[in-house]
Every structure is written in C-alpha cells, then in structure tokens.
C-alpha cells in the first residue's frame, strides 16, 4: 500500500490566514497547487504565495480557515469545486491543518508539513557557517551568466541575506548547458530567473535584480551597488570587468573576478581590496591579456563554432566548454565571497585566511594550450599539474591607471586625497 500523500503549505501562510479569520465563522482562499510524482506530493500556496519556481501539474485548491470544531470526520461536510482541501483551526493557540485529496466522491486524508520560509533554512548551516553574521551581509553579482549564477546559488544556500543581481541578458537555449537556471526559464531575464531559483533555495533571502549594460551606464551600476560588502565581477568580457572594476574602487568595496578562458582550458580568479593590494587593472595589463588567451564573448567568435541555423542570440552565448570547467572558478570565488563576509564573525571559514593569501588564483581544466608543458599530475604534488589552484603574489602597480597612486581616486601616502 502506498503511503499518504504529502502536502506542502507555507508555515507563514497559515498564520496570516488563521489571524484573517478574525471573527468570521469560516473563510476560503483559493489557492494554486501542483502534483508532482503522480499524486504523492503536492505543494499548495495562497495567491500571494512565495515567487517559488514550482515543477508538477496545476490543480484547484481551496484553503478553509474554520472555528475550532473538535469531531471526527468534521471536515467531511466541507464541499468544494476543488482537488485539493486544506482545513486550518487552532488549537491552544497552535495552528492545525489537515489536507484531504478528492478522488471521485471521496476525500482522501492527507499529510501535512509547513514549510517556514523564514530563517530557519539557513540556520540548517549554523555550525559551519556564522549564519546570523552571514544573514547581515549583502554581495552583488554581475554577470549572472554560468559563473554568476552558480555563484549566487552558493551564496543564497550559505545564508547571505542580500542578494544583488546585475545582468541585462536573456536565458537562450545555449546558455542552458552550463547555467544554474533550466530550461523552464528559457527567454526570461537572467537576474528575474536567477531571483527566483534563489528565493527556491533560501526563502528569506532578500533579492534585487537590476537590468543593466554596465559598460554604457557605470553610474546605474554604481548606484545598484552602492552599500554592498562585497562584489563579483562574473561578466564575459574584460571592458566590463574593468567597469566593475573601477565602480568597485570608488565605492571602496571588495572584489572578486572570475574568468574561465577559451575553451573552458582554465581559469583564473582575482581578489581585490582597494589600498591593500592591487586591483583588476593591476593584474590584467595589456601585456598580460595577449599571453593568455580570452573567452568567445562576441558573436563574431562564437559563429566559428556555432552551427549556421543558431541564431545571433544563440551564438552570443555559445562558449566551448562544460559546467564541470566552470565549477572551479565559482567554488573558488564562492569560498573567498564567504571568507570576506564572515570575516570577524570568529567561524570555521577564518581559517582559510592563513591560506588565501593571494590576490590571483590560477586554475588549469586541462594539459593542453598553455598548460601543454605541465607535467603529467600522476603521483607528483611539487609540480605544476592540472586539477590544482596556484596563488601568485601580486604587488599593486603603483602606476595603476585605476588604483595607482596617480589616479585622483586614491588616498596619498600621508592620508590625503591626490
Ligand atoms: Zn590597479
């Protein structure tokens, strides 16, 4: 025999419903719902519900909020053109609710789990993390594309409580194989189906979403950043990275940069801490960017590799490589992230400063390109080999066109500004 079906409702929802009762003897509030797994589970919310991105069937349902009537089988007298009933009373001041599922002329009883949508997701992460200190903290993404947007994931499952989404593209059909959103968001906007698959992962998290082009309007940028304790640079090309760059100096906010390079051979990660070490600028110098070969981010490169029927918006986003080559990068700059925010709040992760002494990471996917004359990893660990993250000390270039003492942005030697 198989087991009851479940039913999902939200904790606070339930409340809400069971105060808006007030004096009334009974009120009903259609709600949405949807049957996954064949009618095992169903997850059902109030109009107003959580902008949570849900799989399974539409079905009717109908919430009854009722006064305290005590009798067996006393929700049997509830008749609703509906599929599925839920039934809230209180008790002693606790909250009952029963669900029943209609099948033909019959109510079939159903389990009942709230589900809280404040706090207590992230506090699973207590322990490990110092989710009240994380709670308190915000970081921005831009460039929620693959990296980005598994980034923020992580960030929203730590328990960071703000979220800042900066993207002005669209989710194509090649951007799937290696995004965090799937193909049920096909066509929106990266930073609305991002906000939701993070308001799926962590409820409480506060999320803002600006449409941006960042290389035309760094003063939008800077006012969707402004107030944020951390920043990552996750966009596709070095004129918007320098962008968020020089946007993240003059706010005096920390920032992390990721860049996985041409056929997804490796990558690299920057960290930069405005007047302690060097900034983006410092580390991608012109000479630099010629030695290492860059992503596809026009469409121009992308058609090389894209198939004649893909289209101008197919081919933008067509970039060789797999999640999996990905995933070093945001997992490298998703710990650093976490670093940075909980920094003080005396937790596990402050540790990882006595490692992360760097401000450039280097990530090498595979022996080929650049990375051809490394030696095999085999059983060697004194060697650079692929598969593992190499710290290069960096000093910041004092004639940094961005942070350099001869910019006007930055704070002279004796504490005034030049
Ligand atoms: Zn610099």
């Not at 609710?97 to 789990?113: E, H």
């Not at 709230?114 to 970081?139: C, F, H, N, Q, Y």
């Not at 101008?312 to 990905?326: E, H, K, N």
Request: glycine share 10%.
């Amino acid at each position: 025999m198989s087991a009851r079906p479940r039913v999902f409702v939200y904790r606070e929802q339930i409340e809400e419903l069971l105060r808006a009762r007030g004096r009334e003897a009974e009120i009903r509030v259609p709600a949405a719902a949807r049957e996954l797994d064949g009618g095992e589970v169903f997850h059902v919310s109030a109009a107003d519900g959580p902008n949570i991105h849900s799989a399974g069937s539409p079905r009717r349902a109908t919430i009854v909020v009722r006064g305290l009537i005590d009798t067996a089988g006393g929700d049997q007298d509830l008749r609703a053109d509906t599929d599925i009933l839920v039934v809230l009373r209180e008790r002693d001041s606790e909250p009952i609710a029963k669900a029943y599922i209609a099948q033909g002329d019959n109510w079939i009883p159903a389990d009942v789990t709230p589900v809280p949508m404040r706090g207590e997701s992230a506090a699973r992460s207590s322990g490990l993390l110092e989710s009240t200190v994380l709670a308190a903290k915000s970081a921005a993404v831009v460039g929620i594309g693959s990296g980005g947007s598994t980034i923020a994931v992580a960030l929203a499952q730590a328990g960071v409580g703000r979220l800042v989404l900066v993207d002005r593209d669209r989710l194509e059909i090649g951007n799937i194989s290696r995004h965090a959103c799937g193909f049920g968001d096909l066509g929106r906007r990266k930073g609305a189906a991002v906000a939701d698959l993070l308001r799926g992962k962590n409820p409480a998290v506060d999320v803002a979403v600006h449409d941006i082009d960042v290389v035309r309007d760094s003063a939008a940028l800077s006012r969707a950043l402004e107030g944020v304790d951390l920043v990552i640079g996750a966009t596709d090309s070095d004129a918007s990275r320098f962008v968020v760059n020089q946007v993240g100096l003059d706010l005096s906010i920390t920032a992390l940069y990721g860049r996985v390079l041409t056929a997804a051979v490796g990558g690299d990660v920057v960290r930069v801490r405005p007047g302690v070490g060097p900034c983006l600028a410092c580390v991608y110098t012109e000479r630099f960017l010629v030695s290492r070969p860059r992503e596809y981010s026009n469409s121009a490169e992308a058609a090389e590799v894209s198939p004649a029927y893909a289209t101008d918006a197919d081919r933008a986003c067509v970039q060789v490589g797999l999640a999996s080559d990905i995933a070093p990068i945001a997992q490298l700059i998703t710990k650093l992230a976490l670093l940075e925010l909980s920094r003080g709040g005396g937790g596990h992760l402050e540790a990882l400063d006595e490692d992360l002494l760097s401000d450039f990471y280097v990530w090498a996917n595979r022996r080929e390109g650049m990375y051809e004359g490394w030696q095999r990893m085999g059983f060697s660990y004194d060697k650079p080999s692929i598969l593992r993250w190499y710290g290069a000390e960096l000093e910041r270039r004092h004639d940094c066109a961005a942070c350099g003492a001869s910019s006007a942005r930055t704070t002279g030697f004796f504490g005034g500004a030049r």
